[in-house]
C-alpha cells in the first residue's frame, strides 16, 4: 500500500522549512524512526525521521526547495504491518461515499500566505453559502499582519459551508470553506488522502501560488491561469501581474495575449537595426535575485522588529586584558588535556553573570506595553556565532550556578553545533543577554542591536598591543580590547550601564580579584 508521508508540525508555528540534504533516495528500504532528510526552518536544523517501515518511492522535492508543514514530504510503500496500521487508522479506498454528491465535497484549505504567517483575519466574504464560484474567483478578503490578502479559488463549483464569520481568526493549513467541485474535477479531487490539510498542500495538486512565490522569475498564477497562457501561446512569465505580489489573473493573461501580435509583428520588421544591441545585451552581466528565507530571514524580520520598538542607546569603552590573557595563558595548556578549549570568552560571560548579581536590571526583560519588568533570577548568557545558515544567538543556561570551566565546556560544544547549523530549538531560546564577538573576525567599535525581549547586549572588539602610560608615568606594552554596549533606554540610563562597566571591567582587569569574589 503507497501512502504519503506528511510533515509534521515543528513547532513554534513554522510553515516551512527548507530541504538541506535527503538521507535516503528513491527505492531505498527504510525502518520505522530511521532518519529520512535535514531541513533548515528558521530556528534550527531538524531531522525528520520516518513514522513506517517501507520502500521511499517517490521524493516530492528536491535538495534546496521548500517544504510546506503539513504537506507530503515524500511517497513510500508500506510494508505490511504498516499497512495495516495505515488502513486502521484512514478510510479504504473502496470506503468512498456511493453518492457522487458526497465524493465532490472538499474543504478547500487556506493556503500559506508567505512570511512565516499562521493566522490572518477575515475582513469580508466576497461570497455567501449555496454561491456559484469559478476557478480563480477572489473568495474573501484576509488580514495578515503585513498586508490586506485576495485568497482565490482553486475550482469551480459550489460554495457548501463557510467555516468562519466576518472579523474571525483564520488558520493558515486549515479549512477556510467547504464546496461541490463542479465536472471532472470532483473525480480527481476526491481521492482519499491522508488528511484535509494534505489534500490542499500536495505538491501535485495545490496551487502554484506558493512555489512561484518561492523561485524568482515564475510568474505567481493558478493552474487556470497557466491553462489560459498555454492555449494562447503566452509566456506566463513575461505577464505584468496586476494582483498583489505581481499574481497574473486571467484579464492579465488577454491582455498580453492581444498586444502580443502587434508586438510580435513589429518585433519582426526591426528585427535588423536591433540586431546589433541583442549582441550587446546578451553579454552584458544580469542582476540576480536571492529569496531571503530560513535563519536569514528570521534574523531580518527580529532586527526589524528590535530597531523599531527598542530605543537603543551605545556607551563604550576600552578593557586592559593583559593580566587575564596572562593568566588564560598559563591555564590553556593544562585543560587542553583535559579536553577543555580555554578561550577569553568563558571569563567574559562568567564577570558578566557576577556583575549581574549587583546590577540585575540588565538581565531583566521589559513587557509588551512597557508597563512590567521581569527581573530573570536565570543567567542565560547568549554568544552571538556567525554559522553555515547565518546568525545564531545560542545560550548557555545558568551561568551564575557554573565555573569558568563548565561554562568553556558547554561553549564549545555549543558554538561547534552552531557552526554546523545543529543548534536545537531550546538552546536558542530564553536568553536574558548577549554578547557579540565581533572582534574574532576584525573591528574595534559596533553598535550591535539588542536580542529582544532582552535588555543589552555587548560586542567585543578585537584585542590590540597599544602603548600605554603605567603608575610610573612609563610607556609599556598592553592588550587592550574596546567594548559596545547597546541598552533599552526605556529601563536603562547611561548611569547605570556605565556602574554596571566599570564592575564588569574590574573583574576582568583584575582576575584574581574576581577569583576570590567568585562563589
Given at each position: 500500500m503507497k501512502k504519503d508521508f506528511i510533515l509534521p508540525d515543528i513547532g513554534e508555528g513554522i510553515v516551512e522549512c527548507e530541504i538541506v540534504e535527503w538521507l535516503v533516495a528513491e527505492g531505498d528500504t527504510i525502518q520505522e524512526d530511521q532518519p529520512v532528510c535535514d531541513v533548515m526552518t528558521d530556528k534550527a536544523l531538524v531531522q525528520i525521521p520516518a513514522v513506517h517501515d517501507g520502500v521511499v518511492s517517490k521524493l516530492y522535492y528536491q535538495k534546496g526547495d521548500i517544504a510546506k508543514v503539513h504537506g507530503p514530504l515524500f511517497e513510500m510503500e508500506l510494508a505490511s504491518d504498516g499497512a495495516a496500521d495505515a488502513k486502521a487508522t484512514e478510510p479504504a479506498a473502496g470506503a468512498a461515499p456511493a453518492s457522487s454528491q458526497a465524493e465532490a465535497e472538499e474543504d478547500f484549505i487556506l493556503p500559506d500566505i508567505g512570511e512565516g504567517i499562521v493566522e490572518c483575519e477575515i475582513v469580508e466574504w466576497l461570497v455567501a453559502e449555496g454561491d456559484n464560484i469559478e476557478e480563480d474567483q477572489p473568495v474573501c478578503d484576509v488580514m495578515t499582519d503585513k498586508a490586506l490578502v485576495q485568497i482565490p479559488a482553486k475550482y469551480s463549483g459550489t460554495v457548501t459551508k463557510l467555516y468562519y464569520q466576518k472579523g474571525d481568526i483564520a488558520k493558515v493549513h486549515q479549512p477556510l470553506f467547504g464546496m461541490r467541485i463542479a465536472g471532472s474535477v470532483a473525480a480527481t479531487s476526491a481521492k482519499p488522502a491522508a488528511s484535509a490539510t494534505a489534500k490542499a498542500s500536495c505538491p501535485v495538486q495545490s496551487s502554484e501560488t506558493q512555489q512561484a512565490e518561492l523561485r524568482p522569475g515564475k510568474a505567481v498564477a493558478s493552474p487556470a491561469v497557466r491553462?489560459?497562457?498555454?492555449?494562447?501561446?503566452?509566456?506566463?512569465?513575461k505577464v505584468p501581474g496586476s494582483g498583489d505580489k505581481g499574481r497574473v489573473f486571467k484579464e492579465d493573461v488577454r491582455a498580453f495575449a492581444d498586444g502580443k501580435t502587434t508586438a510580435s509583428s513589429s518585433s519582426k520588421a526591426a528585427a535588423p537595426a536591433k540586431a546589433s544591441s541583442t549582441v550587446v545585451a546578451t553579454a552584458a552581466a544580469e542582476d540576480r535575485v536571492e529569496p531571503i528565507k530560513g535563519v536569514k530571514a528570521a534574523m531580518a524580520r527580529q532586527m526589524m522588529e528590535s530597531v523599531s520598538s527598542i530605543p537603543h542607546f551605545t556607551y563604550c569603552d576600552e578593557i586592559d586584558l593583559t593580566e587575564l590573557s596572562a593568566l588564560r595563558n598559563q591555564l590553556k595548556d593544562q585543560y587542553r588535556e583535559q579536553g577543555v578549549k580555554l578561550t577569553m570568552m568563558p571569563f567574559f560571560m562568567k564577570a558578566l553573570s557576577m556583575a549581574i548579581q549587583q546590577?540585575?536590571?540588565?538581565?531583566?526583560?521589559?513587557?509588551?506595553?512597557?508597563?512590567?519588568?521581569?527581573?530573570?533570577?536565570?543567567h542565560n548568557i547568549g554568544v552571538a556565532v556567525d554559522s553555515k545558515v547565518g546568525l545564531l544567538v545560542p545560550n548557555i543556561k545558568h551561568c551564575e550556578q557554573k565555573s569558568i570551566v563548565d561554562i568553556a565546556k558547554e561553549l564549545t560544544e555549543l558554538t561547534d553545533q552552531a557552526r554546523a547549523g545543529r543548534v536545537s530549538p531550546d538552546q536558542l531560546k530564553g536568553g536574558t543577554i548577549s554578547i557579540s564577538n565581533i572582534g574574532a573576525i576584525g573591528g574595534t567599535v559596533a553598535t550591535p542591536i539588542i536580542n529582544k525581549p532582552e535588555v543589552a547586549i555587548v560586542a567585543l572588539g578585537k584585542v590590540q598591543t597599544l602603548p600605554r602610560f603605567n603608575a610610573k608615568g612609563e610607556v609599556e606594552a598592553r592588550q587592550l580590547m574596546q567594548i559596545s554596549w547597546s541598552g533599552d533606554h526605556r529601563v536603562i540610563d547611561g548611569g547605570t550601564i556605565a556602574r554596571f562597566c566599570n564592575l564588569w571591567k574590574q573583574y576582568l582587569e583584575q582576575p584574581a580579584a574576581m577569583l576570590v569574589a567568585m562563589k
Amino acid at each position: 500500500m503507497k501512502k504519503d508521508f506528511i510533515l509534521p508540525d515543528i513547532g513554534e508555528g513554522i510553515v516551512e522549512c527548507e530541504i538541506v540534504e535527503w538521507l535516503v533516495a528513491e527505492g531505498d528500504t527504510i525502518q520505522e524512526d530511521q532518519p529520512v532528510c535535514d531541513v533548515m526552518t528558521d530556528k534550527a536544523l531538524v531531522q525528520i525521521p520516518a513514522v513506517h517501515d517501507g520502500v521511499v518511492s517517490k521524493l516530492y522535492y528536491q535538495k534546496g526547495d521548500i517544504a510546506k508543514v503539513h504537506g507530503p514530504l515524500f511517497e513510500m510503500e508500506l510494508a505490511s504491518d504498516g499497512a495495516a496500521d495505515a488502513k486502521a487508522t484512514e478510510p479504504a479506498a473502496g470506503a468512498a461515499p456511493a453518492s457522487s454528491q458526497a465524493e465532490a465535497e472538499e474543504d478547500f484549505i487556506l493556503p500559506d500566505i508567505g512570511e512565516g504567517i499562521v493566522e490572518c483575519e477575515i475582513v469580508e466574504w466576497l461570497v455567501a453559502e449555496g454561491d456559484n464560484i469559478e476557478e480563480d474567483q477572489p473568495v474573501c478578503d484576509v488580514m495578515t499582519d503585513k498586508a490586506l490578502v485576495q485568497i482565490p479559488a482553486k475550482y469551480s463549483g459550489t460554495v457548501t459551508k463557510l467555516y468562519y464569520q466576518k472579523g474571525d481568526i483564520a488558520k493558515v493549513h486549515q479549512p477556510l470553506f467547504g464546496m461541490r467541485i463542479a465536472g471532472s474535477v470532483a473525480a480527481t479531487s476526491a481521492k482519499p488522502a491522508a488528511s484535509a490539510t494534505a489534500k490542499a498542500s500536495c505538491p501535485v495538486q495545490s496551487s502554484e501560488t506558493q512555489q512561484a512565490e518561492l523561485r524568482p522569475g515564475k510568474a505567481v498564477a493558478s493552474p487556470a491561469v497557466r491553462r489560459l497562457a498555454r492555449e494562447l501561446d503566452v509566456d506566463i512569465s513575461k505577464v505584468p501581474g496586476s494582483g498583489d505580489k505581481g499574481r497574473v489573473f486571467k484579464e492579465d493573461v488577454r491582455a498580453f495575449a492581444d498586444g502580443k501580435t502587434t508586438a510580435s509583428s513589429s518585433s519582426k520588421a526591426a528585427a535588423p537595426a536591433k540586431a546589433s544591441s541583442t549582441v550587446v545585451a546578451t553579454a552584458a552581466a544580469e542582476d540576480r535575485v536571492e529569496p531571503i528565507k530560513g535563519v536569514k530571514a528570521a534574523m531580518a524580520r527580529q532586527m526589524m522588529e528590535s530597531v523599531s520598538s527598542i530605543p537603543h542607546f551605545t556607551y563604550c569603552d576600552e578593557i586592559d586584558l593583559t593580566e587575564l590573557s596572562a593568566l588564560r595563558n598559563q591555564l590553556k595548556d593544562q585543560y587542553r588535556e583535559q579536553g577543555v578549549k580555554l578561550t577569553m570568552m568563558p571569563f567574559f560571560m562568567k564577570a558578566l553573570s557576577m556583575a549581574i548579581q549587583q546590577f540585575p536590571i540588565l538581565n531583566s526583560q521589559v513587557n509588551a506595553d512597557c508597563s512590567e519588568l521581569i527581573y530573570k533570577a536565570a543567567h542565560n548568557i547568549g554568544v552571538a556565532v556567525d554559522s553555515k545558515v547565518g546568525l545564531l544567538v545560542p545560550n548557555i543556561k545558568h551561568c551564575e550556578q557554573k565555573s569558568i570551566v563548565d561554562i568553556a565546556k558547554e561553549l564549545t560544544e555549543l558554538t561547534d553545533q552552531a557552526r554546523a547549523g545543529r543548534v536545537s530549538p531550546d538552546q536558542l531560546k530564553g536568553g536574558t543577554i548577549s554578547i557579540s564577538n565581533i572582534g574574532a573576525i576584525g573591528g574595534t567599535v559596533a553598535t550591535p542591536i539588542i536580542n529582544k525581549p532582552e535588555v543589552a547586549i555587548v560586542a567585543l572588539g578585537k584585542v590590540q598591543t597599544l602603548p600605554r602610560f603605567n603608575a610610573k608615568g612609563e610607556v609599556e606594552a598592553r592588550q587592550l580590547m574596546q567594548i559596545s554596549w547597546s541598552g533599552d533606554h526605556r529601563v536603562i540610563d547611561g548611569g547605570t550601564i556605565a556602574r554596571f562597566c566599570n564592575l564588569w571591567k574590574q573583574y576582568l582587569e583584575q582576575p584574581a580579584a574576581m577569583l576570590v569574589a567568585m562563589k
